[in-house]
C-alpha cells in the first residue's frame, strides 16, 4: 500500500498516495469524509492518479477510519483546526518540495462533505493551493478568510441534500464571489448528500450524478493546473 509519511510542523503525519502511470503529473491534495481516511477515499487517489495526477491523501484523523455515523460525528467535532491546517498545509508542500514527479508551482485540493470544507479552508490558508474542488461542503467550525482564496473553485451539490440545502449552498457561492472568488457550482437533480460515494454507505450514491461531476472535476483540474 502506497502509504507515506511526511513532516508536518516538527512532528509527522501520514497519508495515502497515488502517483499516475506516467512519470509526471500535477498535485492534488484529497481531504477525506467525516468517515476518516477510508477505502473509499484510497480509490480517489487511484482514480485521480488513473488521470494523470500525483494524489494525496493526509490522515487528518490521525488514526484508523470509523463506519460508525455517531463516530464520525464525534471526529469530526473534535477536530482541531489548527491541526487540520497544518496537516494541510505539510502535505501541499510535501507534494510539491519534496516529489521530483509533481509538476507546476501550484496543487490542486478536493474534498468530500467534511473535506469540502476543509478544501476551501485549504486553499484560503496556504498559498500552494492554485485550485478547489468541493463535493457538498460541510465545515462545522467556523469559516477562513475566503478572501485569501487565490484560485479558482468548482462546488458539486446535489438538489436532494438533507444535510446541505441548495438555498445554503447558493448563501456559499455568493459569498464566496463577493470575496473576489471566481466560484462556479454545479447542482445534481434529485442527488442527495454523499452522492458521489460508491461504497453506499448512507444510501445516496447516484451513478449519473457522480460521472457527470467526475468528468467536470478532471476537466477542472486539467484547466488550472496543466501548464
Known amino acids: 500500500m502506497p502509504e507515506v509519511?511526511?513532516?508536518s510542523n516538527g512532528g509527522e503525519a501520514t497519508g495515502y498516495l497515488a502517483h499516475p502511470t506516467v512519470a509526471h503529473g500535477p498535485g492534488v491534495l484529497v481531504l477525506q469524509e467525516w468517515w476518516g481516511l477510508d477505502d473509499h477515499i484510497r480509490s480517489i487517489c487511484d482514480r485521480l492518479a488513473q488521470a494523470g495526477f500525483v494524489a494525496l491523501a493526509p490522515d487528518l484523523?490521525?488514526?484508523?477510519?470509523?463506519?460508525?455515523?455517531?463516530?464520525a460525528q464525534q471526529r469530526m467535532m473534535a477536530l482541531s483546526m489548527d491541526q487540520a491546517t497544518t496537516d494541510m498545509?505539510?502535505?501541499a508542500a510535501y507534494l510539491l518540495t519534496e516529489l521530483d514527479s509533481v509538476t507546476g508551482e501550484h496543487v490542486a485540493a478536493i474534498g468530500f462533505c467534511l473535506g469540502g470544507g476543509l478544501a476551501i479552508w485549504a486553499a484560503a490558508t496556504c498559498p500552494l493551493i492554485g485550485a478547489t474542488v468541493s463535493y457538498y461542503y460541510v465545515m462545522p467550525h467556523g469559516k477562513p478568510d475566503f478572501s485569501k482564496i487565490s484560485g479558482f473553485v468548482l462546488g458539486h451539490f446535489g438538489t436532494a441534500d438533507e444535510f446541505?440545502?441548495?438555498?445554503?449552498?447558493?448563501a456559499l457561492l455568493t459569498e464566496l464571489r463577493a470575496a473576489g472568488v471566481a466560484?462556479?457550482?454545479?447542482?445534481y437533480d434529485g442527488a442527495g448528500h454523499a452522492f458521489f460515494n460508491d461504497t453506499n454507505r448512507?444510501?445516496?450514491?447516484d451513478a449519473d450524478a457522480a460521472t457527470r461531476s467526475w468528468e467536470r472535476t478532471v476537466a477542472f483540474l486539467h484547466e488550472h493546473l496543466d501548464g
Open 5 to 7: 509519511r511526511f513532516p
Open 61 to 71: 484523523y490521525h488514526g484508523e477510519p470509523t463506519t460508525a455515523p455517531d463516530e
Open 89 to 91: 498545509r505539510a502535505a
Open 164 to 170: 446541505v440545502s441548495v438555498p445554503q449552498a447558493e
Open 183 to 187: 466560484t462556479t457550482f454545479e447542482f
Open 202 to 205: 448512507l444510501g445516496t450514491y
